[in-house]
């Protein structure tokens, strides 16, 4: 009795496995415009092409779009996505770097949050006062046009990183 055995292959044979760029979205669950738009950002590198013009993935592209995904949802711009890539290319550790990405990214967010404890407690404060002045007439609302508030909140400031 003869049994047949299928080989899976060797773990460099599945990365040399070529891909073209509709499954590599569907198996990353990455957009095809994101894909062409990571390459031409460098997160991707650039794959060969078929004659035809065909972008050629190997297995590791679903590696490294694992890994932008993965960044994505810690707060990683791409650009710094980009850097950190960069780094492990020119063989070196980018740990210290996303450590002071990470580090950064605290200190803002710590920032933005007493922004917005202070824009909380500067609401409530107005939220009382219009309840106990009830309606007030106005142009188109009163509250709003005697309201003494400021902007205490700058626009989006704290938490801007980089191009995404």
């Given at each position: 009795?003869?049994?047949?055995?299928?080989s899976?292959?060797?773990?460099?044979?599945?990365?040399?496995?070529?891909?073209?760029?509709?499954?590599?979205s569907?198996?990353?669950?990455?957009?095809?415009?994101?894909?062409?738009?990571?390459?031409?950002?460098?997160?991707?590198?650039?794959?060969p092409?078929?004659?035809s013009g065909?972008?050629?993935?190997t297995e590791?592209?679903?590696?490294r779009?694992?890994?932008?995904k993965?960044a994505?949802?810690?707060?990683?711009?791409?650009a710094e996505?980009?850097?950190v890539?960069?780094e492990?290319?020119?063989g070196q550790?980018?740990?210290?770097?996303?450590?002071?990405?990470?580090?950064s990214?605290?200190?803002?967010?710590?920032?933005r949050l007493?922004e917005?404890?202070?824009?909380r407690?500067?609401?409530?404060?107005a939220?009382?006062?219009?309840?106990?002045?009830?309606?007030k007439?106005?142009?188109?609302?009163?509250?709003?046009?005697?309201?003494?508030?400021?902007?205490?909140m700058p626009?989006?400031?704290?938490?801007?990183?980089g191009?995404?």
């Amino acid at each position: 009795m003869r049994t047949a055995s299928k080989s899976k292959g060797t773990e460099s044979d599945n990365r040399r496995r070529l891909l073209k760029i509709g499954e590599v979205s569907r198996l990353s669950g990455v957009g095809i415009e994101a894909l062409r738009f990571y390459e031409r950002q460098g997160l991707l590198g650039n794959p060969p092409r078929t004659e035809s013009g065909y972008r050629l993935y190997t297995e590791e592209a679903l590696e490294r779009l694992e890994f932008i995904k993965r960044a994505q949802v810690l707060g990683f711009s791409l650009a710094e996505i980009a850097r950190v890539i960069a780094e492990k290319q020119a063989g070196q550790s980018p740990c210290a770097e996303v450590r002071e990405i990470v580090r950064s990214r605290l200190q803002e967010l710590d920032q933005r949050l007493k922004e917005m404890q202070r824009y909380r407690k500067d609401l409530a404060a107005a939220l009382n006062e219009w309840d106990e002045a009830g309606d007030k007439e106005g142009h188109i609302c009163g509250l709003i046009e005697d309201s003494k508030l400021e902007h205490s909140m700058p626009a989006q400031k704290a938490l801007k990183r980089g191009k995404r």
